[in-house]
């Protein structure tokens, strides 16, 4: 299967740069400028709009649409409602990042609204933004993963089968991100292992590869969008952390490691291991 999912990632990576999506964001201002810069870094163009009075109109025009939780207010809570309407309809593709949802009711009731009356392809969140979505119990606060969440050898096997349940429920795919990701869709799971810990040390990063995964996600394989977000932030993570000396030159780097990887680069750093179903 990795080998296969190699030639995936290039042919949707090559297509992203060929045919440019607009990929509409409704997002939070904490890390919406890292996310456009992402988008664009690999070929797509960002378009952030959130009035409730133009957002069907920008959503119709999209090739996919990322909506994010991270700073909810009720305008966002009322255009992302009609987007979420309007892609379904459409039939665009669209990413939930789950933002806080283990932190503010507020944001789980309308997380679980998208879900039941949208129609996500890819479900995205910390680890434990993720259980707290399967009704699990968990241990974040705030917009943070709690550690006793963390992904270890010992609860793959019971994440793998929390989550399968809830993919089978929603169709979606699963993203779960930490120290390692877990990907999962109803037939699939993979532990996703490039990353640094640098990239927990700037405001954003999981936005980011949500802006990256929904880049890739125009091209309509939900699975390989997420890996590729996922692999791509984690090699570039890697690569900056070599070339920078503190937070903020890690950001810089970050972003051009992003738009300079290669296909070469991509394949000989990517850590993915399976687990079967
Ligand atoms: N300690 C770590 N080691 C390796 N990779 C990491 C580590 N921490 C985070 N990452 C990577 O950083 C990216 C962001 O994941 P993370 O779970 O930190 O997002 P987040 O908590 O949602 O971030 P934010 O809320 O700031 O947007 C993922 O690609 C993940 O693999
Ligand atoms: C710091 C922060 N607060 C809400 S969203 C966000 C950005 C990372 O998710």
Partial sequence: MIKQLENQLKSVRDATKREQPLIHCITNPISIHGCANMILAVGARPMMAEHPMEVEGITKTAGALMLNLGNITDVRIESMKCSARTAA???????LDLVGVSCSKIRMELAMELIEK????????????????????????????GAED??????????????RRVSKKTGSVLLATGAKDLLVDQNRCLILENGVPELSGITGSGCMVGALSAAFLAQRDPFVAALLGTSVMGIAGEIAAKRSTGPGSFQMELLDAVAGLTQEELEARIRIREIGI
């Fill in 150 to 163: 963390a992904m270890t050898g010992d609860n793959e096997e019971e994440r793998k089968e929390i989550f």
């Fill in 118 to 145: 949208g129609k996500i392809q890819i479900l995205k969140g910390n680890i434990s933004e993720l259980l707290a979505i399967a009704g699990q119990p968990f241990h974040g606060t705030g917009i943070d993963a």
């Fill in 89 to 95: 309809k459409e039939g665009i593709p669209v990413l």
